[in-house]
């Protein structure tokens, strides 16, 4: 039994700096509950490679949101959150929220394997973050006025972080989420061209979309000297993925919230409004 029991319950947030981390912890700390961010750099340190901090991580804490780096597709992820489940479950964890993607076979392992690890749970399974715009993989494409990506004319219902961590939250502090399976998208879908159209018109700036090949994908990332295993990772999701399979937007988060989630749209403004997309002008020698 959990040396916490009579405590407030205390929060692991894995990822705890990125898109949806920083965000759930910041939303468990506003509420008052204890959270411990799950990073290498945290007081007690986590590390997904480095098994040996899991245990210290897991002390007296209640329940985890679990959001495995770099993916959940990314190979040995299975063998990764099944080990760190059962550390969780000896440890006296009582709940795992996971961080899922849709149609990815191989998060649908992990997910089998949640379900199976005799905690309660819930599965938070997500389109692309509309965030990837802006925190993430495509920055860099929008700073510099061409977003150059395969299957660009492939619908998707790009997701806002915030919604996703609202339904986290609300599955790790509320009642009623247990084995519950959102399915988490915006309300509509739209193509990687349209996104950046988008974009494009609120900041007032000529940003083009270029579709190009798989091939020129992966060179393009080499010649930026991404990570091999994230030229993989990447490679992956839009050539497997990104076939249509996920264009359909879904009510996962009108189902666990009461609410419907935000539209790309609105995501675009606030993030234009907050200057993540300007560039800074090069001064006249």
Same mark, same amino acid.
């Given at each position: 039994?959990?040396?916490?029991?009579?405590?407030?319950?205390?929060?692991? *947030?894995?990822?705890?700096?990125?898109?949806?981390? #920083?965000?759930?912890?910041?939303?468990?700390? !506003? =509420?008052?509950?204890?959270?411990?961010?799950?990073?290498?750099?945290?007081? /007690?340190?986590?590390?997904?490679?480095?098994?040996?901090?899991?245990?210290?991580?897991?002390?007296?804490?209640?329940?985890?949101?679990?959001?495995?780096?770099?993916?959940?597709?990314?190979?040995?992820?299975?063998?990764?959150?099944? !080990? +760190?489940?059962?550390?969780?479950?000896?440890?006296?964890?009582?709940?795992?929220?996971?961080?899922?993607?849709?149609?990815?076979?191989? =998060?649908?392992?992990?997910?089998? &394997?949640?379900?199976?690890?005799?905690?309660?749970?819930?599965?938070?399974?997500?389109?692309?973050?509309?965030?990837? +715009?802006?925190?993430?993989?495509?920055?860099? %494409?929008?700073?510099?006025?061409?977003?150059?990506?395969?299957?660009?004319?492939?619908?998707?219902?790009?997701?806002?972080?915030?919604? /996703?961590?609202?339904?986290?939250?609300? =599955?790790?502090?509320? #009642? $009623?989420?247990?084995?519950?399976?959102?399915?988490?998208?915006?309300?509509?879908?739209? #193509?990687? =061209?349209?996104?950046?159209?988008? /974009? !494009?018109?609120?900041? $007032?700036?000529?940003?083009?979309?270029?579709? &190009?090949?798989?091939?020129?994908?992966?060179?393009?990332?080499?010649?930026?000297? *991404?990570?091999?295993?994230? &030229? #993989?990772?990447?490679? %992956?999701?839009?050539?497997?993925?990104?076939?249509?399979?996920?264009?359909?937007?879904?009510?996962?988060?009108?189902?666990?919230?009461?609410?419907?989630?935000?539209? +790309?749209?609105? %995501?675009?403004?606030?993030?234009?409004?907050?200057?993540?997309?300007?560039?800074?002008?090069?001064?006249?020698?």
């Amino acid at each position: 039994m959990n040396s916490n029991d009579n405590a407030e319950p205390r929060f692991l *947030v894995t990822g705890g700096t990125g898109k949806t981390g #920083s965000r759930v912890a910041a939303r468990l700390a !506003a =509420a008052g509950h204890e959270v411990r961010v799950g990073s290498r750099a945290a007081q /007690i340190p986590f590390d997904w490679t480095d098994r040996a901090t899991w245990r210290p991580a897991l002390a007296d804490v209640d329940a985890v949101y679990l959001a495995y780096q770099p993916d959940l597709a990314a190979p040995g992820a299975t063998d990764i959150i099944r !080990a +760190f489940s059962a550390v969780a479950a000896a440890g006296g964890v009582r709940k795992l929220v996971l961080l899922s993607g849709r149609g990815e076979p191989e =998060a649908l392992e992990c997910e089998r &394997i949640v379900r199976e690890s005799g905690l309660a749970w819930t599965v938070v399974r997500c389109a692309f973050f509309a965030q990837n +715009f802006s925190e993430g993989a495509f920055t860099d %494409y929008i700073l510099s006025g061409a977003v150059a990506l395969p299957n660009g004319d492939v619908a998707e219902p790009f997701v806002h972080a915030d919604d /996703i961590a609202d339904v986290a939250v609300a =599955a790790l502090t509320e #009642s $009623g989420h247990d084995g519950e399976v959102y399915e988490l998208t915006g309300p509509r879908a739209l #193509s990687f =061209a349209e996104a950046t159209a988008e /974009i !494009a018109l609120a900041t $007032g700036r000529d940003i083009g979309f270029v579709p &190009i090949t798989r091939t020129e994908f992966v060179a393009g990332l080499t010649e930026y000297q *991404v990570p091999a295993d994230e &030229i #993989s990772l990447l490679d %992956y999701l839009f050539g497997t993925l990104l076939d249509g399979r996920n264009s359909a937007a879904t009510d996962g988060v009108r189902r666990a919230l009461g609410r419907e989630g935000k539209d +790309f749209s609105e %995501y675009v403004a606030e993030t234009a409004r907050a200057g993540v997309w300007a560039v800074p002008e090069v001064p006249v020698q």
